[in-house]
């Protein structure tokens, strides 16, 4: 660990300088700690509450005391928050939660690692909200606060429009009208427009319909689900059913392992988007915007295809418009000498089309592998060209990982929080460790079979396995459904360490003076910055004052999803089906609290 920046370390048996607990009820324990920590919220004894943390605790928070995404390190900072944000936000009523998968449990993470996790319910001023802490064993017979997570799921004035409260009356001929006028905002414009009508923009869609904010969802493609449909046709989902679900209409599928193909996912989109009643415009595209900050209004020209142009006047405009920006494309001399075809993944259709060719991919993560297996099931010649290592884990092995708490038992939305519920300093540490462990056993006999025929892996950032790379780089691994045990018996053959010089008429040329000959090559080379198409959009005016989308706060949060962006009025939505499920109920309670004049940003003092 000598060149690991990273200060944090995990509260292990030997730092604490405690032997292994014995527990015989972690009701008790956990009531023990909880008790006195109510009584001093409740009496806003910053003092009590302190003595109740390890010294280099963390208090994460979600919308609940900060109306942002903060992880809160250490008791001086943590004393800090509370002494602007305690009294004002309202912080009362907690209660230890009992119930099936939420009472207290004792968990021994590693030999050398044992918790303590309880689950809480709270109140505000403004809302309810769930809350989660880790206990761990201190000197004597105490247990002290290690993480603590509060996350604001409610607004009391505000409730969600589901269950009891859904639309009661019934529509004898109404309906069709009704939904004619909604959708074509006869009545009035929406006070969001979502740009993007992939899974994220819909779930936006979802939670802003269902918390009674006017909505417009609009996408340049022909179908709802044309993002999937249109891609390459060997796109799938590569995580487990029970994390694959959306919010309000739960997936229901055969498959628990990569889920869903690319197509039948469009298609559940597609009818996601009707069967609640999402206000979704296709083939439509803004051709201008105007930012007026005296009125904190857009205004937003539409051009809707063959419906004509509108002009609207709304309050947000979400991009859910995916990972990144544009496809990069290498510059590589010599493109207009090759005979062949070059792509960039994102235009890729199918291998069937280059049946009895060759074909090289350059690029080696997600959708590089999914590309060379179509080529490899259509029996196309195919080569992988690696430019750097991947980090590579099994499908199983992410089943397994969160398998614990994704699950036909666990209700999704407890498994969300118990998911996003620790800091991210926290889960850098723990994935330093389980990461190794499973390329050292149940992935072991791929990565050795891989580093045999030459391709790359690593175990990710620092260590620390896919999450730390999806969250700063958006990529760079590959959860393997199958294509790896090709690459190792050379079905599908690997090229590496050489540069690409050029491209030649038959192919490309190398560095080191080898050249792989293609019929067909295929960028997976990634895409650019997010802010991109918000840049198309919104004018170089607007875009230069909006922080990074992608990489790490100081407190280790992601800089600008689901959270004020620099920018009134704009927001980024983006994530895979986990984490826009669970993210997007934050968004949408932040644009409903900044419109009933709940959330005024200025006024939040930390």
């Not at 519920?421 to 149940?442: D, E, G, K, S, Y």
């Not at 990565?447 to 999806?470: E, H, P, R, S, Y």
């Not at 999803?561 to 939505?573: K, S, V």
């Amino acid at each position: 660990m000598s060149t690991d920046p990273f200060p944090q370390q995990l509260p292990t048996l030997q730092r604490l300088g405690v032997d292994e607990p014995t527990v015989t009820s972690a009701t008790e324990v956990a009531t023990a700690w909880f008790d006195p920590f109510s009584r001093a919220v409740a009496l806003s004894d910053i003092t009590g509450i302190l003595d109740l943390f390890l010294d280099d605790g963390f208090w994460k928070d979600v919308l609940a005391l900060t109306w942002d995404f903060r992880s809160i390190e250490g008791r001086n900072a943590i004393k800090n928050l509370l002494d602007h944000r305690l009294v004002p936000t309202g912080f009362v009523d907690l209660r230890l939660s009992h119930e099936l998968f939420r009472a207290p449990e004792l968990q021994k993470l590693f030999p050398d690692l044992v918790l303590l996790r309880l689950t809480f319910e709270f109140e505000t001023k403004v809302g309810k909200g769930n809350g989660v802490c880790y206990l761990a064993p201190a000197p004597g017979p105490t247990w002290k606060a290690y993480t603590l997570y509060t996350c604001l799921q409610s607004l009391n004035d505000f409730p969600e429009l589901i269950g009891p409260l859904r639309q009661q009356p019934a529509e004898h001929g109404t309906w069709e009208e009704r939904r004619r006028r909604e959708v074509e905002f006869v009545d009035g414009d929406p006070t969001v427009i979502v740009i993007g009508a992939g899974h994220t923009g819909l779930e936006i869609a979802a939670r802003l319909k269902y918390l009674g904010i006017s909505h417009l969802v609009i996408d340049k493609k022909a179908r709802v689900g044309d993002s999937w449909r249109d891609r390459y046709k060997a796109l799938c989902l590569h995580d487990p059913v029970w994390y694959n679900q959306t919010p309000y209409l739960p997936v229901v599928v055969l498959r628990q392992i990569a889920d869903a193909i690319g197509f039948s996912f469009a298609d559940w989109l597609e009818g996601y988007a009707n069967y609640l009643e999402l206000n979704v415009w296709t083939s439509s595209v803004i051709t201008k915007t105007e930012w007026n900050d005296n009125l904190k209004t857009w205004t937003v020209e539409i051009n809707r295809g063959g419906k004509g142009t509108r002009v609207l006047e709304v309050k947000h405009l979400v991009f859910a418009t995916g990972f990144g920006g544009r496809p990069k494309l290498p510059d590589i001399p010599g493109k207009e000498d090759f005979k062949g075809e070059a792509v960039h993944s994102s235009e890729f259709s199918s291998a069937s089309n280059y049946i009895g060719k060759k074909a090289v991919i350059v690029g080696a993560c997600t959708s590089s592998h999914d590309i060379a297996q179509d080529f490899f099931n259509n029996k196309v010649d195919i080569t992988i060209y690696q430019r750097s290592s991947t980090y590579v884990i099994s499908v199983e092995a992410i089943v397994e990982m969160l398998g614990a708490i994704y699950n036909e038992s666990v209700p999704t939305d407890l498994a969300d929080i118990y998911n996003s519920c620790l800091p991210n300093a926290v889960v850098r540490r723990i994935h330093q460790r389980t990461v190794p462990h499973t390329a050292q056993t149940m992935d072991k006999e791929t990565l050795d079979g891989l580093a045999k025929v030459g391709f790359k892996t690593n175990l990710g950032l620092d260590g620390a396995g896919i999450m730390q790379l999806l969250y700063a780089r958006a990529g760079g691994y590959y959860l393997d459904t199958g294509t790896s045990k090709h690459i190792i018996e050379g079905d599908i053959k690997i090229k590496n360490g050489s540069a690409i010089e050029r491209f030649t008429e038959k192919g490309l040329k190398f560095e080191d003076g080898t050249e792989l000959e293609a019929d067909v090559v295929v960028f997976s080379t990634g895409y650019g910055d997010p802010r991109d198409s918000m840049r198309d959009v919104c004018g170089p005016q607007v875009a230069d004052k909006v922080n990074q989308v992608w990489g790490f706060t100081d407190e280790g949060e992601v800089n600008s999803i689901w959270r004020d962006c620099g920018h009134d009025g704009l927001w980024f939505g983006v994530g895979n089906l986990g984490s826009s499920r669970f993210h997007s109920r934050h968004l949408a309670l932040q644009i409903k609290a900044i419109e009933a004049g709940i959330l005024k940003r200025s006024e939040v003092k930390f």
